[in-house]
């Protein structure tokens, strides 16, 4: 079993940077495949991007592509979203996520384990 803490939200301009973090417990990290996703009001939870256990896949939902970056350190057991030129609409609480078996990068139920969130507000 692994524990997600995720960190690095807060408010930020449009146009600006935030990086997340999400530190997981255990010493077996690299055998999960991480995900992240994000939650808006009043909407569905949505894919955000994901990154295989080896890190040589990284698929991205369309509307962050050349603007997030996922990646993750083995050593420090944490996983990385980097977020530049932020929008408005990517205004939401990011949850990451973790699985250590079959895992469909985009679809939430195949994710075993979750964090708690951490809220990004971008204003206009």
């Known amino acids: 079993q692994v524990q997600l803490v995720e960190s690095g939200g807060g408010l930020v301009q449009a146009g600006g940077s935030l990086r997340l973090s999400c530190a997981a417990s255990g010493r077996t990290f690299s055998s999960y495949a991480m995900g992240w996703f994000r939650q808006a009001p009043g909407k569905e939870r949505e894919f955000v991007a994901h990154?295989?256990?080896?890190?040589?896949?990284?698929p991205y939902t369309d509307s962050v592509k050349g603007r997030f970056t996922i990646s993750r350190d083995n050593a420090k057991n944490t996983v990385y979203l980097q977020m530049n030129s932020l929008k408005p609409e990517d205004t939401a609480v990011y949850y990451c996520?973790?699985?250590?078996?079959?895992?469909?990068?985009?679809?939430?139920?195949?994710?075993?384990?979750w964090g708690q969130g951490t809220q990004v507000t971008v204003s206009s």
């Open positions: 990154i295989s256990r080896s890190g040589t896949s990284t």
């Open positions: 996520a973790a699985d250590r078996g079959m895992v469909v990068a985009q679809l939430s139920s195949t994710y075993d384990y």
